[in-house]
């Protein structure tokens, strides 16, 4: 059972344009909700994150809306630059067990063009 | 500057071998995880570990065994290495408490032939 579903798998954007990518998860008990950027040959790092309680976080060019009546959350790129070119996950997860450990979604291989 | 350091950056071996992947960080910190990731299927979870000695099974642990016999060092095993495991395989640690970052090493890929 797939807990976290992403959406689109790959995605060619124009540099300048907006990069989305969206996430559904089922569980009601998710809590906390990152995004990790990984380029080629290196290992994922944590772009962003947001806990339900808010419907929107940005940092620079980047900002997570969140829908938690309807068990959604993307990742919005403003002015997508050639260097954001990477994957993107997206994960999810619950308090008060197993330590916190994510579920991740399967990825979104993000092409900028120049 | 944080850092989670992996063994080796590529691996091959052959099918039956015992494989040990292992996984060095410097952070203090009290959780470590081992995850797969394949083109597709995104990360996922083989094994964690929340203290020294201690572990738990992720989504995937069949064929893997994990061992933490000091804070900063958690070691992924293959019993017997077969072609389905042939994957990159990534390391993270994470500080005690609530939700934070999990850092992750450059991961390691491994080929069984």
């Known amino acids: 059972q797939q807990q976290v579903k992403q959406s689109p798998q790959s995605l060619i954007v124009q540099k300048g344009g907006i990069s989305i990518i969206n996430c559904a998860y089922e569980?009601?008990?998710?809590?906390?909700f990152p995004w990790y950027q990984q380029f080629p040959g290196k290992g994922p790092a944590l772009l962003i994150a947001?806990?339900?309680?808010?419907s929107e976080k940005k940092e620079g060019r980047f900002t997570i809306s969140f829908n938690k009546s309807a068990k959604q959350f993307s990742l919005h790129i403003m002015d997508s630059q050639p260097g954001d070119s990477a994957t993107y996950f997206c994960?999810?997860?619950?308090?008060?067990?197993?330590?916190?450990?994510?579920?991740f979604g399967k990825g979104t291989l993000l092409t900028v063009n120049p | 500057d944080v850092k989670v350091t992996q063994s080796s950056r590529y691996l091959v071996k052959r099918t039956g071998e015992k494989v040990f992947l292992e996984c060095v960080q410097d952070?203090?910190?009290?959780?470590m995880f081992w995850y797969r990731q394949d083109p597709g299927l995104g990360l996922r979870l083989i094994y964690f570990?929340?203290?020294?000695?201690?572990?738990e099974k992720g989504d995937i642990p069949e064929g893997y065994s994990v061992s933490r016999e000091k804070k900063e060092r958690f070691s992924l095993i293959l019993e017997s290495a077969s072609t389905n495991q042939t994957s990159m395989y990534l390391c993270?640690?994470?500080?005690?408490?609530?939700?934070?970052?999990?850092?992750f090493g450059p991961g390691t890929r491994l080929t069984v032939t």
């Open positions: 993270a640690s994470k500080g005690a408490g609530g939700p934070k970052e999990q850092y």
């Open positions: 569980n009601t008990a998710f809590d906390y």
């Open positions: 947001i806990r339900p309680d808010v």
């Open positions: 994960a999810a997860s619950k308090s008060g067990g197993s330590n916190y450990k994510l579920t």
């Open positions: 952070m203090d910190h009290e959780n």
């Open positions: 570990s929340y203290d020294v000695k201690m572990k």
